[in-house]
Nanobody
Framework: VQLVESGGGLVQPGGSLRLSCAAS????????MMWYRQVSENEPEWVAT????????NYADSVKGRFIISRDNVQSTVDLQMNSLKFEDTAVYYC?????????????WGQGTHVTVSS
C-alpha cells in the first residue's frame, strides 16, 4: 500500500489550495479515504472522510463549509480542496486509509504534505 500526497505549499489567509493523494497497492474503490492533519508533535487531527462509493462525506467542524473532499476511483486519487484558509489550518496534511486484516484494521498513512497559511 502506498499513499503519496502532493499540493501543499504557502498560501495567504483567505486563499485556496488543493491537495491530492495518489493511492496504489490496494483496490482503491473498495475503501473509505480520509485526510488528517498534524501540528508539530500533537496528535493527528481528523479532517474529512469520503466513503468508497455513494459520495458520502463527513468533515470536522473546524473545516466544514470550507474544505471539500473528493475521490476518483478510476485514477485512485483523493483530493482535498481547501478554501478560505486560516492561520490555524497550517499543518502537515496526511492521506489515510484502513484495510482489513486477520488482526483487525490496518492503518496506512502517506508521508504528508506541508500547508502553511501566512501573510
Amino acid at each position: 500500500v502506498q499513499l503519496v500526497e502532493s499540493g501543499g505549499g504557502l498560501v495567504q489567509p483567505g486563499g485556496s489550495l488543493r491537495l491530492s493523494c495518489a493511492a496504489s497497492g490496494f483496490t482503491f474503490r473498495n475503501y473509505p479515504m480520509m485526510w488528517y492533519r498534524q501540528v508539530s508533535e500533537n496528535e493527528p487531527e481528523w479532517v474529512a472522510t469520503i466513503a468508497s462509493v455513494g459520495g458520502y462525506t463527513n468533515y470536522a467542524d473546524s473545516v466544514k463549509g470550507r474544505f471539500i473532499i473528493s475521490r476518483d476511483n478510476v485514477q485512485s486519487t483523493v483530493d482535498l480542496q481547501m478554501n478560505s484558509l486560516k492561520f490555524e489550518d497550517t499543518a502537515v496534511y496526511y492521506c489515510k486509509t484502513h484495510l482489513p486484516s486477520a488482526d483487525g484494521p490496518k492503518h496506512y498513512w502517506g508521508q504528508g504534505t506541508h500547508v502553511t497559511v501566512s501573510s
